[in-house]
């Protein structure tokens, strides 16, 4: 299977990954931080400070595909090792974590992802492994560098080949390079026309040079090359001189750079053009739609190759393709863009995480609340949204001459049930929690799958309490939040406290009492941390916490954040032991995001293999004729007043029902044949184990209950 990606990839690369065989990968991703739940990672991510692996394999075949063994074996401390292990098909190619490193949060152990095919064990194959190292724009500023002169000898090249075209912008970005143009649209044979003129001025070797000059010499060389779009740039340019750089003697930006030395300093086998997209200038639809071209750019064949190859297992992950397969969930286009209909499977696997999520809360002592999804818009105006979240909520509805609006959020209501009486110091702490849906416009071209909607459940909770119990709650829901995730697979982290911003709502004492006890709590579960000095919220310090998918990436799901402004706005009090009014702490968190967002993670993770106690199907009963049928259909009965999921098929051959079951990524088979039939058993064949053997259903039964209590596979 040659590597693919988006777009186009020359004969030469194809050789090349050959000749590479196939590069794995695993390790950080260096995403920007937020504290949206529900933020789009359109682009896929790839992990930073990554570990990849160059595996020579004895075998001849070149037919390699990325499966995530069970578990995965920890890195060793030198970049060349041999090794002798059983392998599967499906498994010549493997991926490794990085179980080092300060960034990674939690003491338990890696993620496994299950082995999606079960094929018998071949003899022993050799193999041995080379590291390389896929770095980072923080970790090497050659590479950023390079990705900022890519930017400039592209938009070069696009104005050598259509010299109407007006430039923008272009920055580096996590994994390349863009540059936004107003032109007539590209089309993939374009980008290879553009991408041909860019390796003849790298091979050109041209020198990158600075120059400083006044803004009025500036505006007169805009002026003359008639860029209106750089004059704007100048005019929010503030301070002098201007910085421009030069490609030569025959193209320039305004630039602050860096840049590298000469256009000869990038390997122009390591560039790749990905893809074409529409932008609005400065982010604004009532401005121009630009041409934005996506580029990749590394130092070296090695690791471009890497990248495309983790592009190609990113798509072959995508939540949108899988739950396309599986029949998890769609967005309907006669209901709206960014509306999630769960499917039958898709509603199951939601009812699972609902329920373990409920569980779990209730014995940490917090009560459930349901709430309306809309309010009098009077509320979001005592709370602020109106004033600073307007542009995130939808329009308002008229109703019997009040003004009511759907809810961006859940907190207001969360107040307004504690406000609904008067409150002892004693009471505290005081936890409610809700799966409450939320509604949130955005505009269609932001829309993403599951990533990004309009209507979206958040896991949220609010906790009131005092100040000398904060650091004891954030501790608290540290631990409920590592129960949590654990269930569900992830227990690698990365962990960020943000502190007081320049503008913030409370007095130096309580920001410092506060963000001292959430710094206490992070130290006391052992968790290691950055700290984003001036990166909270107005309203209050905060964490925010990123888990690590079976690819290394990193999402944002998440938040503590502790709140001194909602109290003061709807002026919510306590008694206090002198019997003096005060105002409590209120906290906020959520622990999954969304459960769109959430279930989407999940999807990727596993690319759909659901672990047994997690998956829609648990047992697809497979007659081997249709004369079995009845005592198929009487297993399936025992299997669901049992608790466990099962359906029968029938109708098709044998083998085609087991191909079937396999591509719907259903765990157990249970096959019935006459003798099944006479000998009242099953013959089990499981996705992650291969063949089990005959089984009687009652022992069947049992073990499946075991696995899915004790969350392994059968």
């Known amino acids: ?196 003129e860019m390796d003849r001025i790298i091979s050109r070797n041209l020198p990158l040079v600075r120059e400083e000059v006044t803004r009025e010499e500036a505006k007169k060389r805009i002026m003359a090359v008639n860029e209106p779009y750089k004059m704007e740039i100048l005019d929010s340019i503030p301070q002098d001189p201007i910085t421009i750089y030069h490609i030569g003697e025959e193209w320039w930006d305004l630039c602050a750079g860096p840049h590298v030395e000469t256009t000869g300093n990038i390997n122009r086998k390591a560039i790749e053009l990905e893809s074409v997209a529409g932008a609005y200038w400065r982010g604004d639809e009532k401005r121009a739609m630009l041409q934005r071209i996506y580029g990749t750019a590394w130092e070296n064949e090695e690791q471009l190759m890497a990248y495309l190859h983790f592009k190609e297992e990113a798509k072959r992950r995508d939540h949108r ?71 995130n909520m939808f329009d308002q509805m008229d109703i019997e001459d009040e003004q009511y609006q759907l809810r961006p959020m859940n907190c207001p209501y969360h107040i307004l049930v504690y406000k609904r009486k008067l409150h002892s110091y004693r ?39 005092l100040e000398d119990q904060i650091k004891d709650e954030i501790r608290g829901v540290l631990d409920l939040t590592e129960e949590i995730l654990l269930q569900f697979g992830f227990s690698r982290y990365e962990v960020n406290l943000s502190t007081r911003p320049e503008k913030a709502v409370g007095d130096d004492e309580i920001w410092e009492k506060a963000t001292c006890a959430l710094k206490d709590a992070l130290d006391d579960k052992g968790w290691s941390y950055q700290v984003d000095e001036g990166g909270g919220a107005f309203y209050g310090p905060k964490i925010d916490l990123k888990i690590e998918d079976a690819l290394g990436r990193k999402w944002q799901c998440s938040t503590i954040q502790v709140d001194f402004n909602l109290p003061q706005r709807f002026d919510i009090t306590y008694v206090d ?34 672990p047994l106690w997690l998956s829609p199907v648990q047992v697809r009963v497979l007659p081997v004729t249709d004369t079995q049928l009845e005592y198929c259909n009487n297993v399936a009965r025992e299997l669901k007043r049992n608790g466990i999921r099962a359906e029968v098929w029938h109708g098709e051959r044998l083998p085609k029902l087991i191909r079937n079951a396999e591509k719907q990524k259903t765990p157990l088979m249970a096959v019935v044949g006459a003798k099944e039939v006479e000998m009242q058993t099953v013959t089990v064949r499981s996705r992650f184990s291969g063949e089990l053997g005959t089984l009687e259903v009652d022992s069947f039964i049992s073990r499946i209950k075991d696995a899915c209590e004790n969350r392994t596979s059968l």
């Open 1 to 196: 299977m040659l590597i693919r990606r988006n777009g186009f990839l020359s004969r030469n690369h194809q050789a090349r990954a050959h000749k590479l065989l196939r590069l794995s990968l695993l390790g950080h991703t260096n995403t920007k931080q937020g504290t949206e739940e529900n933020h789009d990672p359109t682009s896929q991510q790839i992990p930073t400070e990554g570990m990849f692996i160059l595996q020579k394999m004895a075998a001849s075949s070149l037919s390699f595909s990325l499966l995530l063994p069970k578990p995965p074996p920890p890195l060793l401390p030198f970049s060349l090792r041999r090794c002798h292990k059983h392998l599967r098909p499906s498994e010549l190619f493997t991926a490794t974590r990085n179980v080092g490193g300060a960034r990674c949060s939690s003491s338990t152990a890696s993620v496994a992802t299950e082995p999606a095919i079960a094929a018998p064990q071949e003899a022993q194959k050799e193999e041995s492994t080379e590291r390389i190292v896929l770095p980072t724009n923080d970790s090497s500023e050659n590479l950023l560098r390079i990705r900022h002169t890519c930017a400039h000898v592209m938009a070069m090249a696009v104005q050598k080949l259509y010299p109407e075209a007006k430039v923008t912008i272009g920055p580096w970005i996590d994994n390349g390079f863009y540059y936004d143009f107003d032109m007539e649209p590209l089309t993939d044979k374009d980008l290879k026309r553009v991408k041909k």
């Open 321 to 391: 393709r899988i739950g396309q397969d599986l029949d998890l969930f769609s967005i309907q286009d006669e209901a709206g863009g960014g509306l999630v209909f769960w499917h039958p499977k898709g509603a199951i696997v939601r009812h699972i995480i609902e329920d373990t999520w409920k569980k779990i809360h209730i014995n940490r002592g917090y009560d459930m609340l349901y709430t309306p999804h809309v309010a009098k818009a009077d509320l979001w105006k005592i709370s602020g949204h109106l004033d600073f979240y307007k542009e």
């Open 427 to 465: 009471d505290f702490p005081i936890r409610v929690a809700e799966l409450g849906t939320v509604y949130r416009y955005e505009l269609s071209g932001s829309l993403h799958g599951l990533f990004r909607v309009r209507g979206f459940t958040q896991d949220d909770a609010h906790i009131f309490c």
């Open 577 to 610: 032991a002198d019997q003096e009014r005060k105002r409590p702490i209120m906290i906020h968190r959520a622990v999954l995001g969304s459960l769109e967002r959430f279930f989407g993670v999940l999807i990727e993770h596993y690319a759909g293999d659901f």
